[in-house]
């Protein structure tokens, strides 16, 4: 069973400045995505950046980048010139690729980040 | 286009009723998805839908049940409630592919007391 692991409960950050997420997953699949999720208060959950295991290019939306390391099975979250619009929950899902039994996003217990100004 | 939505945004029930939430996918999604979000536990999977056939389930007991409806739409019923039901229960619903992601609703706050 694939596991995902968000070893960072809280985190905090000046506004302007960089932040990294972490979050490692544990999968025997070869075939599979990787994705982020901000949920603000508003509880809306939100599809920050999504990457595709199969490409070693590194995803970027404009200031959210990530840093995927298939082997070492790792895929951390770069937020530059932190706003207070970030603020959040952040969570990392892992996905099996198309045509798996289990077929739904499996999230790590989230990252709580507060953007100071 | 409108998003996810769901309804009520919030239920209040006392222990041992029944619970009804309700989702209505984004136009030509086909599958609907269900998340629990207690605190302290993250987002828990609980049903898949897909053209109108459940094709996963977490672990949940038998008292969660759903459907899926024509329309796509999406029912979860709650049977026998119990205190530690009380949760955030988010519905998604992507397209037949799936791989670029759900696009979630702003989720149901669902109190047993």
């Known amino acids: 069973a694939q596991t995902v692991t968000q070893s960072q409960p809280e985190m905090s950050v000046q506004e302007a400045e960089t932040v990294t997420l972490s979050c490692t997953y544990d999968?025997?699949?070869?075939?599979?995505?990787l994705f982020w999720y901000k949920q603000p208060p508003s509880r809306q959950m939100i599809l920050v950046i999504r990457q595709e295991a199969y490409k070693q290019q590194n995803a970027t939306e404009n200031r959210f980048s990530v840093n995927f390391q298939k082997a070492a099975k790792s895929f951390s979250l770069k937020i530059s010139d932190s706003q207070l619009g970030d603020t959040a929950m952040y969570f990392c899902?892992?996905?099996?690729?198309?045509?798996?039994?289990?077929?739904?996003?499996?999230f790590g217990k989230g990252t709580k980040l507060s953007v100071k100004p | 286009e409108a998003g996810v939505t769901q309804s009520p945004t919030h239920l209040i029930k006392t222990r041992g009723q029944q619970a009804t939430l309700r989702c209505s996918p984004i136009?030509?999604?086909?599958?609907v998805y269900w998340y629990q979000q207690a605190l302290g536990l993250g987002l828990q999977f609980l049903l898949w839908y897909d053209e109108g056939e459940e094709r996963n389930r977490g672990n949940f007991p038998p008292r969660f049940s759903g459907r899926q409806f024509p329309n796509y739409s999406s029912e979860l019923n709650v049977n026998a409630l119990e205190l530690e039901d009380s949760a955030l229960y988010l519905c998604?619903?992507?397209?037949?592919?799936?791989?670029?992601?759900?696009?979630f609703g702003s989720g149901t706050r669902l109190t047993v007391v």
């Open positions: 136009s030509g999604h086909t599958s």
């Open positions: 899902a892992f996905l099996k690729g198309y045509g798996g039994s289990q077929g739904n996003l499996i």
């Open positions: 999968t025997s699949e070869n075939n599979y995505y």
């Open positions: 998604a619903s992507s397209l037949a592919g799936r791989n670029y992601g759900y696009t």
